[in-house]
């Protein structure tokens, strides 16, 4: 999914720390999953916990991480005859879903241009309404069960940005359609690894959550500049939600005053990381920064020292890919940053 500081082209990287520092660690925290890329990966070598602040990211990590196996939908099946959800919702044609009430149209009504705006498609927006109002319809009546139904969340999820009108966040929408929102909207299918274990999710701060867990090796990778998430992924977030909110403006923004960052101001980012570190109850802790973030390095070393052992402390510098090619004045200056501590 494109998601800001993604953290796919790292994965290599991560692995290489763990290896070297934690090579006996059977269980991985990632306390800030986005995407949920990072806990996904390391799904196949270790007993992972989850979390974020935001909803549609739980709804990933729920439908793939604590759910711990493709689910069989076998209530589908017996009751409505439907083998395979996925292929059901992308085989349909749009006319069999024009039957959804107008009201029930969510999507339609807000984000495209029905309700005055361009993140998709009226045809697009009316797919993801269908499935999304029929998953809602199947959980209520008790034909999927609660990991079914993140499940199928999660996949519709992951489907929106690839049909979505815009430059990769949802901060504004395009004018002109680009040619990715001609696309036909398909649920997305997610594969699940499967590992046995007693893997869990989470949506909440993730410094209250780590008053509560334990483990081996914890990730952290929080943002690291003023952007906050949710005014950027609004539209993923009422995807998951599906909870019809009153939004505001040109770009029909939801509210989001539980789900601001203090990792994203300036005054507060160091603070709220001497909290999570202080909290942390892990052996290995590595933290993904950038040396261009709110955090200064000298910060991040006087917390992870604070609390952590000094002389294991390691900082490894990662080149700056996206800017690579553009400016190397810049290649030189800015740094993808894992560091490392033991607690
Ligand atoms: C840099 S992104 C993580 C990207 C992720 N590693 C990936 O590969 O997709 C930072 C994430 O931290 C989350 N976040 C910010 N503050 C948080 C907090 N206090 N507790 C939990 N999650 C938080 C944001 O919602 C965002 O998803």
């Not at 990933?60 to 395979?84: H, V, W």
């Not at 929408?173 to 590992?195: A, D, G, I, M, P």
């Given at each position: 999914m494109r998601f800001i500081g993604c953290k796919t082209l790292l994965l290599d990287q991560i692995k290489g720390v763990i290896d070297e520092k934690a090579p006996d660690a059977k269980s991985l925290c990632d306390?800030?999953?986005?995407?949920?890329t990072v806990a996904r990966y390391f799904k196949q070598w270790y007993e992972v916990y989850s979390n974020d602040l935001l909803y549609f990211s739980y709804v990933l990590q729920k439908g793939t991480i604590e759910n711990d196996r493709m689910p069989e939908f076998e209530g589908l099946k017996a009751d409505l005859s439907i083998q395979d959800p996925v292929e059901y919702f992308n085989s349909m044609d749009i006319s069999d879903m024009e039957a959804l009430e107008q009201e029930k149209r969510f999507f339609q009504n807000t984000y495209a241009p029905t309700g005055?705006?361009?993140?998709?498609?009226d045809e697009n927006a009316l797919r993801i309404d269908f499935a999304r109002n029929t998953v809602e319809d199947w959980y209520k009546s008790g034909l999927v069960s609660e990991d079914e139904y993140f499940y199928l969340v999660a996949c519709i999820v992951e489907g929106v940005p690839f049909v979505s009108n815009t430059s990769g966040t949802y901060g504004a929408f395009h004018k002109e359609w680009e040619r990715r929102s001609y696309k036909k909207y398909e649920v997305y299918r997610l594969s699940v690894t499967e590992n046995g274990k007693n893997n869990r999710s989470y949506n909440c701060d993730g410094a209250e959550l780590l008053k509560h867990i334990q483990g081996d090796i914890l990730y952290i990778d929080p943002?690291?500049?003023?952007?906050?998430?949710l005014p950027n992924y609004h539209v993923l977030e009422t995807a998951a939600k599906y909870d019809f909110p009153e939004v505001r403006g040109v770009t029909g923004q939801r509210p989001y005053e539980n789900q601001?960052?203090?990792?994203?101001?300036k005054t507060k980012a160091v603070s709220a990381f001497d909290e999570l570190i202080k909290n942390a109850r892990f052996q290995h802790i590595i933290l993904s920064y950038s040396t261009d973030g709110l955090m200064s390095v000298s910060d991040i070393e006087e917390v992870m020292k604070k609390y952590g052992k000094e002389s294991s402390f390691k900082i490894y510098e990662i080149p700056y890919r996206r800017y690579k090619s553009r400016n190397a004045t810049l290649t030189d200056k800015l740094k993808e940053l894992l560091v490392y501590i033991e607690k």
């Amino acid at each position: 999914m494109r998601f800001i500081g993604c953290k796919t082209l790292l994965l290599d990287q991560i692995k290489g720390v763990i290896d070297e520092k934690a090579p006996d660690a059977k269980s991985l925290c990632d306390i800030f999953s986005g995407t949920a890329t990072v806990a996904r990966y390391f799904k196949q070598w270790y007993e992972v916990y989850s979390n974020d602040l935001l909803y549609f990211s739980y709804v990933l990590q729920k439908g793939t991480i604590e759910n711990d196996r493709m689910p069989e939908f076998e209530g589908l099946k017996a009751d409505l005859s439907i083998q395979d959800p996925v292929e059901y919702f992308n085989s349909m044609d749009i006319s069999d879903m024009e039957a959804l009430e107008q009201e029930k149209r969510f999507f339609q009504n807000t984000y495209a241009p029905t309700g005055g705006r361009m993140y998709v498609t009226d045809e697009n927006a009316l797919r993801i309404d269908f499935a999304r109002n029929t998953v809602e319809d199947w959980y209520k009546s008790g034909l999927v069960s609660e990991d079914e139904y993140f499940y199928l969340v999660a996949c519709i999820v992951e489907g929106v940005p690839f049909v979505s009108n815009t430059s990769g966040t949802y901060g504004a929408f395009h004018k002109e359609w680009e040619r990715r929102s001609y696309k036909k909207y398909e649920v997305y299918r997610l594969s699940v690894t499967e590992n046995g274990k007693n893997n869990r999710s989470y949506n909440c701060d993730g410094a209250e959550l780590l008053k509560h867990i334990q483990g081996d090796i914890l990730y952290i990778d929080p943002p690291y500049n003023e952007r906050q998430y949710l005014p950027n992924y609004h539209v993923l977030e009422t995807a998951a939600k599906y909870d019809f909110p009153e939004v505001r403006g040109v770009t029909g923004q939801r509210p989001y005053e539980n789900q601001k960052s203090d990792f994203c101001l300036k005054t507060k980012a160091v603070s709220a990381f001497d909290e999570l570190i202080k909290n942390a109850r892990f052996q290995h802790i590595i933290l993904s920064y950038s040396t261009d973030g709110l955090m200064s390095v000298s910060d991040i070393e006087e917390v992870m020292k604070k609390y952590g052992k000094e002389s294991s402390f390691k900082i490894y510098e990662i080149p700056y890919r996206r800017y690579k090619s553009r400016n190397a004045t810049l290649t030189d200056k800015l740094k993808e940053l894992l560091v490392y501590i033991e607690k």
